[in-house]
Each structure stands twice: as C-alpha cells, then as structure tokens.
C-alpha cells in the first residue's frame, strides 16, 4: 500500500497534494493512509528542525470525503463458523477419516480449528516442532506461478520458506489434548503407512499444500449445507 500510496501524493514547502487518480484507480484504505502519513510527518518533522523547511505542508492537508474507505468487516465475519456448525463440521472430519482413512488431510482441517494457524503454516508442519504440549511456528508456505516461454501461466509452485513474513510469525503455541489427539492418530497413521518423511500432512509420504486444506473444508461445508 505504501508503494501505490508514494505514487499518488507529492509534497512541496507549503502544500501536500493526493492525486485525484487515487480514487478512482485504488480503493485506499484509512489505515493505509495513517500509515504512510505517520512515516511522512517524522520526515517533515525533521527537515523543519533542520531548518531545510520553515513549516509543516501537512497542515494544509485535506481529503475528500469519499478518498478512503473503512475495512470491509461483513466478509471476514463471514469467514467465521459458529459453535455449532465447527461442530458438525469436527463430526464430518472424523466420520470421514475413521470410514475411509485414505490420507490425514481432514485431520489438517481438524487440528486447524483446535490451533488456528495460518494453512501455509500448518501444512510446513514437522514433527520436530512439537515440544511436549508446545507447537513453534517458524516457517510457511510459499507459491509462484511459472510462465511458460510463449507468456502464457504455467504449473503454480509451492515451496516451503524456513522463516515468516515477519518476526510476529515465529511464535508457540499451546496444544490443547483435543489436538494431541489428532497429532498422535496422524503419526500412528504415517508410521502404519511407511510413510517418513518429516513434514506432518502427507499424501502417499509427500507433503501436502495449502491449496488441499481449502479444497477440503469446501467439501464439508457443502456436504453439510454451510455457506
């Protein structure tokens, strides 16, 4: 945002300008805004101490009413199951797997209700990174899409990055017993399975993705009728 944002204002010894443009091509957030206006004010600020300017451009600073927008809360909360529904939802999981345990992909699902991480975290999961009731999160997944030599999309990669976006990223989390019970039936599953490898969601012993975590939850909520 800060990128698009630097695009769109321009600044001189008396005015700061947010180029008309803005509105119509880019729907800014107001945190967005905040953001980039607090970096600008701490340079300012310290040019006019400098005495390389004589006062503050952000003083005469305006937006129009209809320049930001507020976040879209209706979606997100959308995105959020009730009680009852992550119930039906846990039910389906364990009917599933105990009828037809082909794979511990419904089990990925599972273990994400009971420890909320990011899915590009979960599916990076190795065994070493359990620590007696403790979970560390320190890496996650990647992907790119690769073009083929006559421009068109080819095949999307995934790969597995060994640090977070940010520092906030790295963190451990506490695994409740309903969790323990799903990570010991995974591993009782792969070792039945002759399947080693160290990643803690596989398919026939590789790794699974991300995007089979999505696929998986849109399976249950349709089979049980959750929008």
């Known amino acids: 945002n800060n990128k698009i944002l630097s695009s769109f204002i321009t600044f001189n010894a008396s005015n700061i300008y947010l180029d008309e443009n803005a509105t119509s091509n880019f729907s ?15 340079v300012i600020e310290y040019a006019i101490d400098k005495e390389l300017i004589d006062k503050n451009p ?10 930001l927008r507020s976040p879209d809360n209706k979606s997100s909360q959308k995105e959020v199951f009730t009680i009852e529904e992550r119930k039906m939802i846990e039910d389906a999981i364990w009917n599933d797997y105990v009828s037809n345990p082909k794979s511990t992909v419904p089990l990925a699902v599972l273990l994400d209700f009971y420890t909320g991480l990011r899915s590009g975290e979960l599916v990076t ?36 990055k060994e640090s977070p976006k940010s ?26 399975h002759d399947w080693d490898n160290q990643y803690i969601f596989l398919d026939d012993n590789k790794r699974i993705i991300r ?5 998986q939850i849109r399976k249950y909520c349709k089979m049980l009728n959750i929008e």
């Not at 995007?211 to 696929?215: I, N, P, S």
Request: include cysteine; glycine fraction near 6%; aromatic fraction near 8%.
């Open 211 to 215: 995007k089979r975590l999505d696929t």
């Open 167 to 192: 520092d906030a990223g790295i963190r451990d989390v506490e695994l409740i017993p309903k969790a323990m019970e799903v990570l010991n039936e995974i591993k009782k599953f792969n070792i039945e």
């Open 58 to 67: 952000f003083d005469r600073f305006k937006l129009g009413k209809n320049t």
């Open 28 to 42: 800014l957030l107001l945190q967005s805004i905040c953001n980039f206006s607090s970096v600008l004010r701490g």
């Open 125 to 160: 999961l190795t065994w070493n990174d359990i620590q007696g009731n403790q979970l560390h999160i320190h890496r996650t997944e990647t992907s790119y899409t690769v073009i083929n030599s006559d421009g068109s999309k080819g095949k999307v990669i995934y790969e597995v």
